[in-house]
């Protein structure tokens, strides 16, 4: 019995909080969820020349019925990774692509996830040049926060160089220690390859972070999330920031785990770029949510169970050149009033109640 339940439960997309019940093992199931909100401005223009394209009077003529749109959009969309036996949908969502505190502020109000109380963890305004951020929403039911800080990266050579900072929330999830790191990192602008500096970069920024948590505390779960502007098997992911494609290879704390390579393999991405599929927002973890899996041990503590790439059909594009891609809000400068250019993703984790 307790073998067929576990071999259901990683068939199944479950969120968190759905106790799950196999002879007398009773679990809970928490979601850590990852989405860029593409582009989540408010109309109102004070960065200059880099905000106006998003002010009524800007090329996209961004005016509140469009901010009130987008906004109402990007609620259901969270709201419908809840399920019947997840009602209270993920426990930690990164976000990415937003310009203030303020816009998180109005989603969280939204009727489609008012009801799930989500708080937004301390805010920071990175320098980016375009004005968009990182940043985490959170269900105070399952996760509280501890600490926050922001690392800055910096490129050397380039002083001038400004992107978003990445963010690592330290709290409580399920009563365990787990430290997530949100990020967005350089774009592919002029070239994947002329660019990869950046992002390695940005993947050796995150090393360091990840790191030092470890050494101040090796008994946390680490969990790092973004969009990453690469795929799993370029250098920023593979080898700046260590993440191994096969779940075996993970023997330590200190070793981390990316399932989306495997994803990736079948086909399946997060955005399209001219028919290609690529897997660019990414929830990789350390090897604290491999130590009790494997059939037949007993989940004690937060243990991984599947990840999974939400490409809802609601969530996508269903004619023209683009079908099949994402729903973004606009396309060839066209109000599309639809979702993001990305598709979000999530794993779950499993633990038994006592």
Not at 108 to 123: D, F, G, R, T
Request: aromatic share 12%; proline share 4%; net charge neutral.
């Amino acid at each position: 019995m307790k073998k067929f339940f576990l071999f259901a439960l990683a068939g199944f997309m479950l969120a968190q909080l759905a106790i799950a019940q196999a002879g007398e093992k009773r679990y809970n199931i928490y979601g850590v969820m990852f989405y860029n909100l593409e582009n989540l401005f408010d109309t109102i223009n004070n960065n200059g020349k880099y905000d106006l394209e998003f002010s009524p009077n800007g090329a996209r003529q961004w005016n509140g019925d469009k901010y009130w749109m987008k906004v109402h959009n990007m609620a259901y969309a969270i709201s419908q990774m809840a399920t019947p036996n997840t009602p209270n949908g993920p426990a930690v969502i990164g976000v990415c692509e937003i310009e203030n505190e303020t816009v998180l502020q109005d989603l969280v109000k939204q009727p489609e996830v008012k009801n799930w109380h989500l708080q937004i963890a301390p805010y920071h305004n990175s320098s980016d040049r375009r004005g968009v951020d990182v940043g985490l929403l959170y269900n105070p039911r399952y996760f509280r926060v501890l600490n926050v800080t922001n690392q800055v990266l910096k490129i050397p050579g380039e002083d001038h160089f400004r992107t978003r900072d990445q963010m690592c929330v330290t709290g409580l999830l399920a009563g365990e220690k787990v430290s997530v790191i949100v990020n967005h990192w350089p774009s592919r602008l002029g070239g994947e390859e002329a660019s990869s500096y950046r992002r390695e970069a940005a993947g050796a920024l995150a090393r360091h972070t990840l790191d030092s948590l470890l050494r101040d505390d090796p008994n946390q779960g680490i969990i790092f999330l973004g969009d990453l502007n690469d795929d799993p098997q370029n250098k920023s992911c593979a080898v700046a920031l260590g993440a191994k494609r096969n779940m075996e290879d993970v023997n330590t704390v200190w070793e981390l785990y990316n399932p989306w390579w495997s994803i990736l393999d079948r086909g399946i991405g997060t955005l399209s770029y001219r028919g290609q599929w690529n897997l660019f927002d990414q929830i990789i973890f350390n090897g604290y949510f491999l130590q009790n899996r494997g059939e037949g041990k007993e989940k004690k503590s937060l243990t991984f169970v599947r990840a999974e790439a939400l490409n809802r059909d609601f969530l996508t594009t269903k004619e023209g050149d683009r079908a099949g891609a994402p729903h973004r809000t606009f396309s060839a400068g066209v109000f599309l009033n639809g979702y993001s250019d990305h598709f979000p993703t999530e794993i779950f984790l499993v633990k038994e109640v006592d």
